[in-house]
């Protein structure tokens, strides 16, 4: 067992309106009442958070995430969101870099890179995504393709910037399609990150780090794989959704194998 604090978010994606969010954030949070092992984050829609944020500001069991932001402080960049006004919300997490952004709206390595710079100085703390299609699993160029996204996305940070940061593996082929990695394999790709991370920063930044694993986690996977040795936490789509699901994947996922 390693002494990483275990981190499950929820990614509800472009679900739930602000009056569903209301509802499904009050129940989310009597099923984890008195909750305290393990940080739990929900990233609902921007239009959302306003409401999430005014229950979430006056407890300590859940925090609110965000899915984006845009990489400048303020200006003329229509339909788009603000560090500073996620900020303002209570907003505490801020997912850069999922995959469904990588591959619907163009983001690179270095716009990803741009956006993480942006929220760690507006002491936002980023979930980065990273992953590799099934296409890359198949021909084995998954160690390549994690490493470049990991080497690009976090290129000229400091140690110190590094402690905010989470990690989220998500292989693209695992994402809404009821297809898991296998916790070995999950493992395998974790450790290999971990070995990027202590490349880039050294050993104590690559101990500290956590990396979560996501791409159809359930209640009745979540312990396996979250015990592994290197995966710290899960970032959840699909199972997010629902209250006693997501509660329960959160307290299943952070029991140790007995
Ligand atoms: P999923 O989504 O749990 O529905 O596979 C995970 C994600 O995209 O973050």
């Known amino acids: 067992m390693n002494y990483r604090r275990k981190i499950i978010a929820g990614n509800w994606k472009m679900h739930k309106t602000a009056s569903e969010s209301k509802t499904l954030v009050q129940d989310i949070l009597t099923e984890l009442k008195d909750w305290n092992d393990g940080d739990v984050v929900l990233c609902v829609p921007f239009t959302s958070l306003a409401i999430a944020g005014s229950i979430l500001e006056s407890q300590t069991i859940v925090e609110l995430g965000a899915q984006n932001l845009h990489q400048a402080p303020q200006g003329a960049f229509t339909g788009e969101i603000s560090a500073g006004m996620l ?133 009745d996977n979540a312990q396996e794989l979250l015990q592994q040795e290197d995966i710290d936490g899960a970032l959840v789509g699909g199972a997010s959704l629902e209250a006693r699901s997501f509660a329960t994947l959160v307290k299943k996922g952070c029991q140790p194998l007995s």
Request: proline share 3%; net charge positive; charged share 25%.
């Open 87 to 219: 900020r303002d919300l209570f907003v505490r997490y801020v997912i850069i870099g999922h995959s469904e952004r990588r591959q619907y709206f163009r983001e690179t390595n270095a716009l990803i890179n741009q956006k993480i710079k942006t929220a760690i100085t507006s002491t936002l703390k980023p979930i980065v995504c990273y992953g590799e299609t099934l296409q890359e699993r198949e021909g084995n160029q998954w160690r390549s393709v994690l490493e470049t996204q990991i080497k690009e996305g976090l290129a000229n940070f400091t140690e110190a910037e590094m402690e905010t940061v989470t990690l989220a593996y998500e292989p693209v082929w695992a994402i809404g399609t009821s297809k898991t990695a296998s916790p070995a394999q999950a493992q395998e790709a974790h450790a290999f990150s971990r070995s990027i991370l202590n490349q880039l920063f050294g050993k104590t930044v690559a101990e500290k780090t956590r990396i979560q694993y996501g791409g159809s986690v359930k209640p």
